[in-house]
């Protein structure tokens, strides 16, 4: 028994009428006849009458006559589902962000544009640092990572599409002696005690500071994520080089951001990916991401 047959058998019941249904179905009228025998001579049981050239069904293939109806519909939905899920508008994406993706709007930003034109994909959303993110795309735990990094080099495997940058300041507690000051020269803040992230918060962060403002920071606390960083420099405990968009963390009025002289480095978020992806979903994931970026 094959989708053919259940067709043919369809028609012809819906027809009572041999000859009207062989010219539905697009077929000479006696290999109708042969693909319905065959059909009756698989289930071991006759589904149509046939007297005096009247046509009626049997009771079983009243019965059987629903359920055709009901598995040629449920063929035709599981066509409609494996095509779209061909051209990507259904699916399963493994996203990663970090923190800054969150708060920054970007990630929201992002999904928001996306699901509008792919409303019917699977998101799974799973916070990770920007370390962590990239070595998850490269093993393929996950399919995309908001990353956020500065400017350099993606393992040869990997590409990005940025979605945003800003410009790095120096975020002070608001009664600083230096909060005063519309911008802040690198050199006064050589003594001042920085707070970075941890390790587990995948963050070169003294390295980073190091090149931002060309000495080693010391380091006085860690923190796991942007918020903590804001509050710990809200408490007093210390300095932090941090990305314009942190600015958006409320932590009253206990934190200022200022400009650093003669830095222009900004800090980035990507979205990284394989450059070999495949997956329909994915691939139409990033077609979408970069009109939406134009």
Request: net charge negative.
């Amino acid at each position: 028994m094959d989708l053919r047959q259940l067709r043919y058998f369809v028609a012809t019941a819906e027809e009572l009428h041999f000859g009207r249904a062989a010219e539905r179905m697009h077929i000479a009228q006696p290999a109708l006849s042969i693909q319905i025998k065959a059909l009756e001579d698989t289930l071991g049981v006759r589904l149509l009458a046939r007297t005096n050239r009247v046509v009626t069904l049997t009771e079983a293939g009243r019965l059987f006559l629903k359920e055709a109806r009901r598995t040629l519909e449920q063929a035709e939905h599981a066509a409609v589902v494996a095509r779209r899920a061909g051209r990507g508008e259904m699916g399963h994406i493994d996203i990663g962000y970090d923190a800054n993706g969150a708060y920054s709007g970007v990630l929201s930003a992002t999904i928001r544009h996306y699901r509008r034109h792919a409303p019917d994909v699977e998101l799974g959303l799973h916070e990770l640092p920007p370390e962590t993110q990239v070595m998850a795309v490269m093993e393929g735990q996950i399919h995309v990572g908001f990353v956020t990094r500065p400017t350099q080099a993606l393992p040869q495997e990997l590409d990005a599409i940025r979605l945003a940058e800003w410009p790095l300041r120096v975020a002070l507690p608001s009664d600083h002696p230096l909060a005063d000051r519309s911008r802040v020269p690198r050199e006064a803040l050589a003594d001042e005690p920085f707070i970075g992230f941890t390790k587990s918060a995948g963050e070169n962060y003294g390295s980073f500071v190091q090149q931002v403002v060309g000495f080693m920071p010391r380091m006085a606390y860690q923190a796991d994520s942007g918020f903590a960083l804001v509050s710990l420099v809200g408490a007093g405990l210390g300095v932090a080089v941090v990305p314009s968009s942190i600015g958006t963390i409320n932590v009253g009025e206990s934190v200022v951001y200022r400009p650093i002289l003669g830095v222009t480095e900004r800090l980035g978020i990507d979205l990284v990916f394989r450059r070999d992806e495949e997956d329909p979903a994915v691939t139409n994931f990033l077609t979408i991401v970069r009109q939406g970026e134009r």
